[in-house]
């Protein structure tokens, strides 16, 4: 099927209303440039939400979940079991104008379109009467067992309660692929929680890793009995890296425990 798919992608004209779409999977596509890449070829600006959404929840099967507070925006998610290693999200967002067409996408908090929407600033939505504070979060991954069962993160917010969403901004690590035994770069990124990897959403089932689950624990064995080391520097060591680079957060962490 994933072998399929690409040679349908090559094939197609980037049309949007392209029959392929209707045989869209999540699985077909390894890496976040993969993806950045299909929704530029194949849902260019402009496209419809009803052809956005045949695509990602009809025929890929992620979950629709509108924005609570933000007209027009709304993201679909799909989450794979990468072997009981990590828990990998697809969270395809989407910002559409008053007609329903396509003004901007991002591949987890990634902007797809260079001419797009520009992002928003979490941080304009921001209570006058109230400062915005930093968190060190964690979002549970249990069905990761193996691996990166919890994901952390810094979280920029007015808010302690973590209610008011439109304020929050936040800073993390993740892999670039979605690949038990090759997980690609440790990429830093930060924007809305809600558009990324790190909300707080479910998906309504998590997939299962298509590949051969006993070929990548034996391999993942082999790899730590030869003294690899992790095969991927996971969230918690992209928090570490964040602090450690940031005078600034340090100093607002420190604030914050002191207070």
Known sequence: MRD?????????????????????????????????????????????RDTMRRTFVDAGRATLKIHPTQEGVEKYIYDIN???YYIWRWNISADYDVTGRLLQAYVNAFPVFPAGKPPRDPRKGSSPDRSAAIFEV??????????????????LTSDPSFKTIDDQLFYGGSPTRADPLNLGTLTIAEGEPWRSIFDSDDAAFIARYP????????EIERRTKNGD???????????QMLIAGNPALQHALNNRDNS
């Open 82 to 84: 990468l072997c009981e």
């Open 138 to 155: 964690h979002r549970p991954r249990p069905e990761a067992r193996k691996g990166e069962s919890s994901l952390a993160f810094l979280m």
């Open 211 to 218: 590949g051969d689950w006993t070929a990548v624990d034996r």
């Open 4 to 48: 399929r798919f690409r040679s349908s992608l090559q094939e197609s004209a980037g049309s949007p209303t392209s029959g392929q779409l209707d045989h869209f999977r999540f699985e077909a596509l390894v890496s976040l440039e993969e993806m950045g890449k299909f929704i530029q070829m194949e849902l260019p600006l402009g496209t419809d």
């Open 229 to 239: 080391g992790p095969q991927f520097a996971g969230s918690s060591s992209a928090l």
